[in-house]
T-cell receptor
Framework: AQSVSQHNHHVILSEAASLELGCNYS??????LFWYVQYPGQHLQLLLK??????LVKGIKGFEAEFIKSKFSFNLRKPSVQWSDTAEYFC????????????FGTGTRLQVTL | DAGVIQSPRHEVTEMGQEVTLRCKPI?????LFWYRQTMMRGLELLIY????????DSGMPEDRFSAKMPNASFSTLKIQPSEPRDSAVYFC?????????????FGDGTRLSIL
C-alpha cells in the first residue's frame, strides 16, 4: 500500500518569504499526485495535480510543485507567500490501478505572519 | 454549480446515540468518498463508492460505522452507537469517475462532537 510523508508539521513564515513544503511517497509504480489546501474552517480545495508530462506543475494562487521520480518527491513551492496563504496543506497520492482512491499525508500547517 | 453538500454542518450528541451524516455529491459524479479528520490521525479514508457500490470499506473503524449509497445523489454515514472517540470532522468528497487522475471535490464537512 502507498503512504505519504509530510515532514514539516508546522511552518511559520513572514510575508514575502519563499515557501517549500516537502512531500514524499512510497510506491513503486505509477502515481498521480495532488496538493490540497484547507483554509481555516473550510473544506479541502485542489491546489494542483500531476498526472504525466512536465514534472513542474503550476497551480492556482502562484503555487507550483515539482515531481522528482527518483526521489519519490512532490514538493510544493511558492516564491513569495501572503498572509492569506495561512492554511493547512495536504499532499495526496493515487496509485494507478486503485481507481480514484487517495492516500493523504498528515498535512502541514502554514502560518504566515505580517 | 453546487458543490458537494453535507448535512448537518455541526452535530453534538450524547454517547450511545445514533448519528447519521448525509452527503449529496456533485451531479454527474460517479465516485463518492467518506473521510474522517482528527488532529491525531489526520485525514483518513473510511469508505468509497463507485456507481453507488461500496468498493473499499477497509477504513471503516468498526461495526458501529456503516455507510450506504441508495442512489447516485445521496449517501449516508451512520454511527450506532456513538462514542466520544468518534468526535471528528467528517468529509464527503466526490469525483467524476473512478479514473485515477480525477481530482476529488470536498464538501464543507460535518463537525461531530460526542459528549
Amino acid at each position: 500500500a502507498q503512504s505519504v510523508s509530510q515532514h514539516n508539521h508546522h511552518v511559520i513564515l513572514s510575508e514575502a518569504a519563499s515557501l517549500e513544503l516537502g512531500c514524499n511517497y512510497s510506491y513503486g509504480g505509477t502515481v498521480n499526485l495532488f496538493w490540497y489546501v484547507q483554509y481555516p474552517g473550510q473544506h479541502l480545495q485542489l491546489l494542483l495535480k500531476y498526472f504525466s508530462g512536465d514534472p513542474l506543475v503550476k497551480g492556482i494562487k502562484g503555487f507550483e510543485a515539482e515531481f522528482i521520480k527518483s526521489k519519490f518527491s512532490f514538493n510544493l513551492r511558492k516564491p513569495s507567500v501572503q498572509w492569506s496563504d495561512t492554511a493547512e496543506y495536504f499532499c495526496a497520492v493515487n496509485a494507478l490501478g486503485t481507481a480514484s482512491k487517495l492516500t493523504f499525508g498528515t498535512g502541514t500547517r502554514l502560518q504566515v505572519t505580517l | 454549480d453546487a458543490g458537494v453538500i453535507q448535512s448537518p454542518r455541526h452535530e453534538v450528541t450524547e454517547m450511545g446515540q445514533e448519528v447519521t451524516l448525509r452527503c449529496k455529491p456533485i451531479s454527474g459524479h460517479n465516485s463518492l468518498f467518506w473521510y474522517r479528520q482528527t488532529m491525531m490521525r489526520g485525514l483518513e479514508l473510511l469508505i468509497y463508492f463507485n456507481n453507488n457500490v461500496p468498493i473499499d470499506d477497509s477504513g471503516m473503524p468498526e461495526d458501529r460505522f456503516s455507510a450506504k449509497m441508495p442512489n447516485a445523489s445521496f449517501s449516508t454515514l451512520k454511527i450506532q452507537p456513538s462514542e466520544p472517540r468518534d468526535s471528528a470532522v467528517y468529509f464527503c468528497a466526490s469525483s467524476l469517475s473512478s479514473a485515477s487522475n480525477q481530482p476529488q471535490h470536498f464538501g464543507d464537512g460535518t463537525r461531530l462532537s460526542i459528549l
